[in-house]
């Protein structure tokens, strides 16, 4: 299955680099594509015509397929007492930065499947590949997107989202283990075994009619042949990538990653209102205990954002969303094209 899914894909080897919405780049896209591997961008954040731009200039860079990220979120209730319940548990630090309290924070951007001109603009431009994230688009749009000649994925982080994504008919499933850096993919924060990705692929690969790509902790080749070995098709590698030139990963981001920090990652809600893993800080160490207070995804992100600037202007980085997985001590400063390679030749050694 996984030779024939590199040919549906029309890439040599079986490497995908992560969509890592805001750090992944047109550039850092291209030079996977080019290497034969599957670039991405992660448009779940842009407005349509910030994906469209994305899109063409990624068609400009590489002759080869790309995937395109969006999310699927539940769109939140509008509730403005939840809201200023977490603003007021974040005042304090706000007032440590000397910056005012946001009056009002409201969803830092819709769901793909609240705006339907996202739909109309990739029906226009087809990429060669769409994936989805927290969850699926409506029928009528994975049939229109499919109608297109359009490859569609789906991340799953449990079985019953993998059910999900097989009985959409989508065309492959991207298996995303507890390791993983960002985001965790789950449809239902609520209901989130919290697998790990070995345990995963063991679970899916007997029972799983379409191709798996593995995704989580994923560095090197040796990697990546542990998850073909299991039954994958494929691997996404996100963390391995950011450390590249190309991606528009902060300085500070690189230090941090570089450095004995990049050991102590963490999952937590309170950045984003979503579970997401990344290199430990006082989100993590400080704000766990609001949860109950916590805004919900992504409303709490604006509100996130906005403390992260409010810091970083002063010269601290405590609150900055240094998304990571659970191999980020493993990444290399690299240009993606010699990573590429790199993760070639050992793929090829198996080691």
């Keep these: 299955m996984a030779d024939s899914f590199l ?161 959409a008919g989508l065309d492959g499933i991207i298996a995303q283990g507890i390791e993983a850096g960002g985001h965790r993919g789950v449809f239902d924060s609520a209901q989130d075994p919290e697998l790990g990705l070995f345990g995963l692929l063991q679970l899916l690969t007997p029972q799983c009619s379409l191709p798996i790509i593995a995704a989580g902790g994923i560095m090197n080749g040796q990697g990546i042949r542990q998850v073909l070995n299991l039954g994958a098709s494929a691997a996404q590698l996100g963390t391995a990538f950011i450390l590249c030139p190309e991606s528009n990963a902060s300085q500070d981001y690189r230090a941090h990653l570089g450095s004995a920090k990049a050991y102590h990652t963490g999952i937590t809600t309170m950045i984003s209102g979503r579970p997401a893993r990344g290199l430990a800080n006082r989100w993590h160490q400080e704000l766990g205990v609001y949860g109950a207070k916590l805004a919900a995804y992504p409303t709490a992100y604006s509100a996130a954002k906005a403390l992260h600037l409010a810091a970083s202007q002063r010269g601290c980085h405590d609150f900055s969303a240094y998304w990571a997985g659970q191999g980020a001590p493993l990444a290399r400063a690299l240009p993606a094209a010699e990573l590429m390679k790199a993760l070639i030749v050992e793929l090829a050694r198996g080691e």
């Design 7 to 167: 040919t549906q894909l029309g890439i040599q080897y079986p490497i995908i680099q992560a969509p890592m919405a805001g750090t992944a780049t047109v550039a850092l896209a291209a030079a996977v594509s080019n290497a034969g591997g599957l670039g991405s961008l992660g448009l779940g954040a842009s407005d349509v015509g910030q994906a469209r731009q994305q899109i063409r200039e990624l068609k400009q860079a590489t002759a080869g397929p790309f995937n395109v990220n969006f999310f699927c979120h539940q769109a939140p209730l509008d509730d403005p007492a939840r809201n200023q319940q977490w603003l007021n548990v974040l005042a304090p630090y706000f007032t440590e930065f000397g910056a005012h309290v946001p009056t009002d924070i409201a969803p830092a951007y819709p769901s793909f499947n609240d705006n339907p001109d996202l739909l109309a603009m990739l029906l226009s431009e087809r990429p060669a590949v769409v994936s989805f994230h927290f969850g699926l688009p409506s029928q009528a749009s994975i049939e229109a997107l499919q109608t297109a000649g359009i490859k569609l994925l789906g991340c799953a982080t449990n079985v019953d989202e993998a059910h999900a994504i097989i009985e």
